[in-house]
């Protein structure tokens, strides 16, 4: 089993990008599928974004759509958020999620059994 650190978090002002990072323990990471999901203060864990083990398939939450791209490195076990023309409604607690590759990829939390500890991103006005 993978065990996964987020960086890249960090103050910022809307309109400015950010990219956070993934890396993952253990030299099975190409078996997982990896998802990125936030949590703002008050709500629940929200879907971000997920990629195949195979880098072949994204998938992008409606809100992130055309402004977020993930991608990864099975080479250096890591996986990417670029954040783009983030808005204060990005502020969040990112965290990153492994999924085993038979569990097939989705938005569904429950689809992840490997999470990171989280990286606060913070949008100012």
């Known amino acids: 089993q993978v065990q996964l650190v987020e960086s890249g978090g960090g103050l910022v002002q809307a309109g400015d990008s950010l990219r956070l990072s993934c890396a993952a323990s253990g030299r099975t990471f190409s078996r997982y599928n990896m998802g990125w999901f936030r949590q703002a203060p008050g709500k629940e864990r929200e879907f971000v974004a997920a990629?195949?083990?195979?880098?072949?398939?994204?998938y992008y939450a409606d809100s992130v759509k055309g402004r977020f791209i993930v991608s990864r490195d099975n080479a250096k076990n890591t996986v990417y958020l670029e954040m783009n023309s983030l808005v204060p409604e990005d502020t969040a607690v990112y965290y990153c999620?492994?999924?085993?590759?038979?569990?097939?990829?989705?938005?569904?939390?429950?689809?992840?059994?490997?999470w990171g500890q989280g990286t606060q991103v913070t949008v100012s006005s």
């Open positions: 990629i195949h083990w195979s880098g072949t398939t994204t």
């Open positions: 999620a492994a999924g085993l590759q038979d569990y097939g990829l989705g938005v569904d939390l429950k689809l992840y059994n490997v």
